[in-house]
């Protein structure tokens, strides 16, 4: 059966005021050690895809550009819109002036960005607590993506990338951690909180592996034939300040 090789994106800068879509120093790093493990590994794909966020491409053109000159290049990649994250961190802005009439937590948060502040470890607590929210139906925006959308794009952005691949094909992605969850939560049949919780636990560069069975059979399998190989692996990432997961 096909294999999809999941790469979440380096690290980029979580809540900067340049903007979250750009990778680091580090983030560039992760993603040259990645294109050195394939160059020792031997990795070949027959197919790579990526998503349509700049971090997304960056990751890709650094990983090729390494194995370019090793004299391995990687297939040119096709965009996949799918392969989008989803927009949780928009949705948590959005809700901000709601949010804060009822919560203390969020009400100081909102305080603080009004002055210009950016407490990135404050914002990400309240993201988490409105993204689960989120998850469980609970709030949504008329602006912003619904929870169950989202991981039905994925699904489909998967099996766009898988239908018409051989047997035994081996394809890469570049995307973001939340797509690579939602993916995995359908291989193993994982609850919208379970899949967040997995959203937050993968690492900048780390590599998801779901064996997805062909075209013909994808409907008669549990969990439409995908099942999961490996998750949130980093084995290129060798130096323990490359490991990152904001």
């Not at 879509?21 to 027959?46: C, K, M, N, V, Y």
């Not at 297939?75 to 919560?103: Q, S």
């Not at 937050?200 to 995908?226: D, F, K, M, Q, V």
Request: proline share 3%.
């Amino acid at each position: 059966m096909p294999v999809l090789v999941l790469v979440r994106h380096g690290k980029a800068s979580a809540f900067s005021q340049d903007g979250y879509d750009q990778l680091s120093e580090p983030g560039f790093a992760q993603a040259r050690a990645l294109g050195e493990h394939w160059i020792e590994t031997g990795a070949t794909f027959d197919r790579v895809y990526v998503g349509p966020r700049k971090r997304h491409a960056q990751t890709y053109e650094t990983v090729a550009h390494v194995m370019r000159d090793a004299g391995r290049a990687l297939p040119v990649a096709t965009r996949v819109e799918e392969l989008d994250e989803h927009d949780g961190i928009g949705l948590m802005f959005k809700m901000l002036p709601e949010l804060a009439r009822d919560d203390e937590t969020i009400r100081a948060l909102a305080i603080a960005l009004a002055r210009g502040e950016r407490p990135v470890t404050e914002m990400l607590g309240v993201f988490r607590r409105v993204t689960r929210r989120w998850a469980r139906v609970e709030i949504n925006h008329a602006e912003v993506e619904t929870w169950t959308a989202y991981r039905a794009r994925v699904e489909r952005g998967v099996a766009k990338m898988i239908g018409d691949v051989a047997h035994g094909a081996r394809i890469a992605a570049f995307t973001s951690g939340g797509t690579v969850a939602a993916a995995v939560g359908r291989a193993v049949g994982a609850s919208d909180e379970t899949v967040l919780d997995l959203s937050w636990s993968l690492y900048n560069g780390a590599l998801t592996e779901i064996a997805c069975s062909e075209r013909g059979h994808r409907s008669e399998a549990p969990n439409g034939g995908w099942r999961l190989v490996s998750f949130n692996g980093t084995p290129h990432l060798r130096d323990a300040k490359l490991v990152t997961s904001v």
